[in-house]
């Protein structure tokens, strides 16, 4: 598992004390990784290959972990991606900022017509 970035747990902190609106989104967008991110943002995200971030759907509310509640599932890879080995969910399809990461439970190496797909549950986020 992962955590919530510090730019994220900076919005949290301010919002409790009125100097920031918290981020309440339906539309985050989930990420994938072949370095590994951290709570300072970074990681190398995944490219090429018909990659592009994918809308994150649903998600389980908690209280210290939240997990998808519907299956993702990316675009079919028209070339070799790389291995991935972490997540992310994204503020933006393109842009935007990190809002928490984690690894996931086994690397995926993505080649030509291969499909990320992360079933019900398999992807979880929790607070550190």
């Known amino acids: 598992m992962g955590s919530f970035t510090n730019r994220y747990e900076q919005v949290v902190m301010n919002a409790l004390v009125g100097q920031d609106a918290?981020?309440?989104?339906t539309s985050m967008w989930l990420a994938l990784f072949?370095?590994?991110?951290?709570?300072?943002?970074?990681?190398?995200?995944?490219?090429?290959?018909?990659?592009a971030r994918?809308?994150?759907?649903?998600?389980?509310s908690g209280t210290a972990l939240v997990a998808n509640a519907a299956?993702?599932?990316?675009?079919?890879?028209?070339?070799t991606v790389g291995s991935v080995t972490h997540f992310a969910l994204m503020t933006d399809s393109a842009t935007g900022f990190m809002v928490g990461w984690?690894?996931?439970?086994?690397?995926?190496?993505?080649?030509?017509n291969d499909v990320a797909a992360f079933e019900v549950g398999s992807l979880t986020i929790s607070l550190d």
């Open 22 to 25: 918290p981020l309440a989104s």
């Open 34 to 51: 072949t370095a590994a991110p951290s709570d300072a943002s970074g990681g190398t995200e995944a490219t090429g290959g018909n990659y």
């Open 102 to 112: 984690a690894t996931l439970s086994a690397a995926r190496d993505l080649a030509t």
């Open 54 to 60: 994918k809308s994150s759907g649903a998600w389980t």
């Open 71 to 79: 299956t993702v599932t990316f675009a079919t890879c028209t070339s």
